[in-house]
């Protein structure tokens, strides 16, 4: 990347100001200063402007603690996005989508085939929530959840719900359409009042985030998600 382009996406000033930092050799790249503004950085590259210390990473892994009141999109008109939650220069975007009141376990990349690997339902990779409802719950519902629950459009695929009270259960899903549990759970004639992410796939939601908080994944939660 473009050392220019790089300083600018990590918002040190517009590409105009950050071609002017360059030229007046306030810019070390590894220690040397560097005055070229088409300089070609790379993966682990340092960079130092004035004295704020920047590492060149391809790409980004964050695991966001979704609050409610939040769309899951990279920019929009009207509300507030979720990629505003994240101080970074790489221009990430969400993995798949929870609605705008609905909070947990979401996942942040500028990785495309990360995300595509995540989110495509042939890949069948579970997503757990728990979820408050209204209404009575019947044995019978397992069984319909498991078979796929018939909506409007589309009857989806298998799933599971486990009963943690008389208002209070986990729903697992391989898709993520949209208000899909809310959609499962009213066709099942109980409405959903509070509704929460809390894994997906093999990675569960880190209880130590407070709502709004993110955390960068380790190595090792992102090579779990990998495969």
Same mark, same amino acid.
């Given at each position: 990347?473009?050392?220019?382009?790089?300083?600018?996406?990590?918002?040190?000033?517009?590409?105009?100001?950050?071609?002017?930092?360059?030229?007046?050799?306030?810019?070390?790249?590894?220690?040397?200063?560097?005055?070229?503004?088409?300089?070609?950085?790379?993966?682990?590259?340092?960079?130092?402007?004035?004295?704020?210390?920047?590492?060149?990473?391809?790409?980004?892994?964050?695991?966001?603690?979704?609050?409610?009141?939040?769309?899951?999109?990279?920019?929009? #008109?009207?509300?507030?996005? *979720?990629?505003?939650?994240?101080?970074? %220069?790489? =221009? @990430?975007?969400?993995?798949?989508?929870?609605? +705008?009141?609905?909070?947990?376990?979401?996942?942040?990349?500028?990785?495309?085939?990360?995300?595509?690997?995540?989110?495509?339902?042939?890949?069948?990779? #579970?997503?757990?929530?728990? *979820?408050?409802?209204?209404?009575?719950? %019947?044995? =019978? @519902?397992?069984?319909?959840?498991?078979?796929? +629950?018939?909506?409007?459009?589309?009857?989806?695929?298998?799933?599971?719900?486990?009963?943690?009270?008389?208002?209070?259960?986990?729903?697992?899903?391989?898709?993520?359409?949209?208000?899909?549990?809310?959609?499962?759970?009213?066709?099942?004639?109980?409405?959903?009042?509070?509704?929460?992410?809390?894994?997906?796939?093999?990675?569960?939601?880190?209880?130590?985030?407070?709502?709004?908080?993110?955390?960068?994944?380790?190595?090792?939660?992102?090579?779990?998600?990998?495969?």
């Amino acid at each position: 990347m473009r050392l220019d382009k790089f300083l600018a996406n990590a918002k040190c000033g517009s590409r105009k100001d950050v071609k002017k930092i360059i030229k007046a050799g306030n810019v070390l790249v590894n220690d040397n200063k560097v005055t070229d503004e088409a300089f070609n950085v790379v993966e682990n590259d340092r960079i130092t402007i004035n004295n704020k210390e920047l590492i060149v990473k391809e790409f980004v892994y964050y695991m966001l603690n979704k609050p409610s009141g939040y769309i899951s999109a990279t920019i929009d #008109n009207y509300h507030k996005t *979720v990629v505003q939650l994240i101080d970074d %220069y790489h =221009e @990430i975007f969400p993995v798949g989508r929870l609605d +705008i009141d609905t909070v947990g376990l979401l996942f942040l990349t500028n990785d495309g085939e990360f995300c595509h690997n995540l989110t495509s339902p042939k890949k069948h990779v #579970n997503k757990k929530y728990y *979820v408050e409802f209204i209404g009575k719950y %019947y044995p =019978e @519902i397992e069984e319909e959840f498991n078979k796929g +629950i018939t909506l409007k459009d589309f009857t989806t695929l298998p799933g599971s719900i486990e009963k943690i009270s008389e208002n209070s259960c986990y729903v697992t899903i391989q898709e993520g359409k949209f208000h899909q549990v809310k959609l499962m759970m009213k066709a099942c004639n109980l409405e959903v009042t509070y509704l929460k992410r809390v894994s997906f796939g093999n990675i569960v939601l880190d209880e130590s985030l407070k709502e709004g908080e993110y955390r960068e994944l380790t190595l090792e939660e992102i090579n779990i998600l990998n495969k």
